[in-house]
């Protein structure tokens, strides 16, 4: 096991949140890293901006060959729908989504996408 220091002033072992939170973020750092291969099926991780990622879910109307693929962007724990339908160009899936990225997204964070978001290139 990989000993951790502890950031800051605090002295002796991690607590338990802090092992926690540890664990979440080594995890996000894999999977971002070895993204799983999205099948097209199930939720996917879309790359929003130059870090950041989103859930989107592909709408059961899509081609599995065609090169946009129609989704809706929803909150990666609620799966409350963000946006109206749309295309989404394959190069910008990042993977299947994992539980891990949604330290990423910012519907997590409490910010809203960005304004005309286009996602077809």
């Known amino acids: 096991m990989t000993r951790l220091r502890r950031c800051g002033h605090g002295p002796g072992t991690l607590s ?3 092992r926690q939170a540890v664990t979440e973020f080594a995890a996000m750092l894999h ?5 799983a291969p999205w099948t097209g099926d199930g939720d996917i ?3 929003i901006a130059n870090r950041g990622l989103e859930r989107g879910r592909p709408l059961p109307c899509w081609e599995t060959d065609a090169d946009l693929v129609a989704l809706v962007l929803i909150h990666p724990d609620t799966e409350i729908p963000l946006t109206g339908t749309l295309s989404c160009a394959r190069t910008r899936i990042h993977g299947a989504w994992a539980t891990p990225y949604r330290l990423l997204t910012r519907a997590l964070a409490g910010r809203d996408l960005p304004p005309g978001i286009d996602l077809s290139t």
Request: no cysteine.
């Open 16 to 18: 338990p949140g802090d």
């Open 45 to 47: 991780a879309v790359r």
């Open 31 to 35: 999977a971002r890293r070895n993204p």
